[in-house]
């Protein structure tokens, strides 16, 4: 069974966006219990007909896809709950939760590097949403373009198909 | 405690890829139980020095996120664990783990709507993989080219920053 240590810690001072931080893997990561399927969902403002919708992990949560408007550019993945998405579409500020602190983060809230909301579109079967942004700076925590720089090797290239489109 | 059903059904019986269904959303969701966060992860080929770098969802998957070759269209994201990210690698087609059926399926084996491997690359913190593929026919099993075509309505659009990029 997992600890009891308290949940939720990170939620209940926010004031504005400025002490949200927007790099959640750079701390420590919290003591907080990860929450189990048996527990119910935070609470949150969004749409009901799109809550409906989503088909979240265990954990409550759907795949943020961010790309980078007008350019095609995959900048990152991160994750949202309800509430982060209704944020998102709310505040026209990306919004997500994280995994590892347990708790909502604003991009660019420190680090300046802002999301500004172009659209949010979920995808057929609601597990992940596709944000587009105007993106402010670096994308990456690490000050990267985009978070996507470590290169797998492709070991079975196919040769070009004949496509079909 | 999660009842007893078998696990891995779909992976014994696999002979090249044409068993394999392509579009898990479509029929019923399995029994099979889902894994809980004590379960030993499924056995996979993969390179162990790729597989310490991921940090997987509870139940031991990563975001795929798949985008069209050359054109950055955002096609549709799905999950992948070890072995499906192993096979992705080494055969050149994108190849997923389905949350519904608890099964691999490999994209186009019965559609026809291949995706042949281009490039995958891992981001910063191991949650996830951005795939490019050359995509035959419709990436979304409804037949609409990518799966993200449900707009959701973004209320707090801001005004279009100054930005320094």
């Given at each position: 069974m997992p600890d009891a240590a308290p949940r939720r810690s990170g939620r209940t001072e926010q004031s504005g966006t400025v002490s949200v931080p927007d790099e959640p893997e750079a701390g420590p990561p919290t003591t907080a219990r990860r929450p189990t399927p048996g527990d119910p969902p935070r609470r949150s403002a969004l749409d009901p007909a799109v809550a409906a919708r989503l088909r979240r992990t265990a954990d409550g949560l759907v795949a943020a896809v961010v790309q980078r408007h007008g350019?095609?550019?995959?900048?990152?993945?991160?994750?949202?709950?309800?509430?982060?998405?209704?944020?998102?579409?709310?505040t026209g500020r990306a919004t997500y939760w994280s995994r590892s602190r347990?708790?909502?983060?604003?991009?660019?809230a420190t680090s300046g590097h802002h999301q500004y909301v172009r659209s949010v579109r979920l995808d057929c079967d609601g597990d992940a949403v596709l944000v587009t942004v105007e993106q402010v700076g670096a994308a990456c925590h690490t000050g990267a373009g985009n978070c996507f720089f470590d290169e797998?090797?492709?070991?079975?290239?196919?040769?070009?198909?004949?496509?079909?489109r």
């Open positions: 350019t095609g550019e995959v900048l990152m993945m991160a994750w949202m709950d309800d509430e982060a998405l209704h944020r998102t579409l709310t347990q708790e909502y983060w604003v991009k660019g797998l090797p492709v070991t079975g290239t196919i040769t070009d198909p004949q496509e079909d």
